[in-house]
C-alpha cells in the first residue's frame, strides 16, 4: 500500500467551509494614494490695450426755426393788449370784426409797428357774475350722474355765455367767478400774482392759537410749504375760523388742516380779491358792480 503523502502547504490551507480555499482580506503591498491630475498652466496673456471706441459723428441739433417774418401774429398782439384772449381773437379775426389799417384782417395776418389796428362791427359785451356754487356741484367736467355750474346756469336761468374763472372742490361751496372775458383767466389764477382768497372754515374741534399761528406760519403737505396767510378765529363758534390765501393748490386748506391734526367739516370762499360773496345764497349770481368791476380789472392789469 502505498502511503498518503501530503502536500508540504497542506497544513496552510484551509477552507471556508465549502470545500475551498479561503481568501485572505489582507492587502498585499500598499496602494498608492490618487494623484489629481491638473492641467498644466498656461502662460499669462500680455494685457492688450483697450480698443479704441469708434464713435459715430454727433449730428448737431437743429436749433429751431425762428420765423424771420416782421411783427407779430395779430392775435397775439390782441391779447397783448387786453382786448380779448388768443382764441377770442381767432374768432373776432374769422367774423371780420378786426381791421389792420382800415382792411379786413385775416387769420395769420401780423401786426408791425406803426400799423392801426380796430375792431369793426359789434362785439360780444362782456359779463362779470359773482356766483354762489353750492356743495356737490362740479366746476368743470362733470362726471356721469355729476351736475356742473354750466349745466345748472342753463337749466335755472338760460344763461349759456359765461363760464367758471378757476375751480372749487365738488365738496366745497362759495364764491367763484363767472366770465366769458378770456383775458381775466391768466391774471386771476396766476399763482405768482399773490391775489387773495379768503375762506371760512369749520373744522372738528376748537381751534387753538398756535393751530392759527402755525396756520400763518405756512405748513409743510407732502414737502412744500405753503405760503404765508391769515388766520382769524370766530368767537362764536370756537370750530370755526377765516383763512385768507394767496396760491390755491389742491385741496390745499384741507391738507393744511390734517397735516395740523385737524380735518375740515366745512369750507366755503367768502372773498376773491375784492369781491365778496355777500348775502347770495347757493346757485345765485349777481353782476359785478361798477366800481366792483373797475377796481378788479384794474388789479389783473386790465384796462
Do not use: W
Not at 342753463?154 to 367758471?164: E, F, H, M, Q
Not at 378770456?182 to 392759537?209: F, Q
Amino acid at each position: 500500500m502505498n502511503p498518503i503523502r501530503r502536500r508540504p502547504d497542506a497544513n496552510q490551507r484551509r477552507t471556508n467551509g465549502v470545500g475551498g480555499p479561503k481568501r485572505s482580506t489582507e492587502r498585499v503591498g500598499k496602494s498608492r494614494p490618487k494623484s489629481k491630475k491638473t492641467a498644466p498652466k498656461r502662460p499669462a496673456r500680455a494685457k492688450r490695450p483697450p480698443k479704441a471706441l469708434e464713435v459715430a459723428p454727433r449730428t448737431p441739433k437743429v436749433a429751431p426755426t425762428v420765423s424771420n417774418l416782421p411783427g407779430i401774429r395779430l392775435n397775439k398782439y390782441l391779447a397783448d393788449q387786453r382786448v380779448s384772449s388768443r382764441r377770442e381773437a381767432d374768432v373776432l379775426i374769422a367774423t371780420k370784426k378786426v381791421l389792420i389799417n382800415g382792411k379786413i384782417a385775416k387769420i395769420g395776418d401780423r401786426v408791425e409797428e406803426g400799423d392801426e389796428v380796430t375792431l369793426g362791427g359789434e362785439t360780444k359785451s362782456k359779463r362779470y357774475l359773482a356766483y354762489y356754487k353750492g356743495r356737490g356741484i362740479i366746476t368743470h367736467s362733470p362726471a356721469q350722474g355729476e351736475v356742473d355750474i354750466a349745466t345748472r346756469l342753463k337749466k335755472d336761468y338760460g344763461i349759456t355765455d359765461v363760464s367758471p374763472v378757476g375751480r372749487l372742490d365738488k365738496d366745497s361751496e362759495g364764491l367763484i367767478i363767472l366770465s366769458n372775458d378770456g383775458r381775466i383767466t391768466g391774471p386771476l389764477l396766476d399763482p405768482e400774482a399773490d391775489h387773495e382768497k379768503e375762506y371760512s372754515v369749520t373744522v372738528d374741534k376748537n381751534v387753538t392759537p398756535a393751530f392759527l399761528k402755525l396756520l400763518e406760519l405756512g405748513v409743510v403737505i407732502e414737502g412744500y410749504r405753503t405760503k404765508p396767510a391769515k388766520a382769524v378765529g370766530t368767537p362764536k363758534n370756537l370750530k370755526r375760523f377765516n383763512l385768507t390765501i394767496t396760491e390755491g393748490k389742491k385741496h390745499q386748506i384741507r391738507r393744511m388742516c390734517a397735516a395740523l391734526g385737524y380735518q375740515v367739516e366745512s369750507l366755503k370762499r367768502v372773498r376773491v380779491m375784492n369781491v365778496e360773496l355777500g348775502a347770495l345764497k347757493p346757485n345765485q349770481f349777481r353782476k359785478l358792480g361798477d366800481n366792483e368791476l373797475k377796481l378788479f380789472l384794474a388789479e389783473l392789469g386790465i384796462n
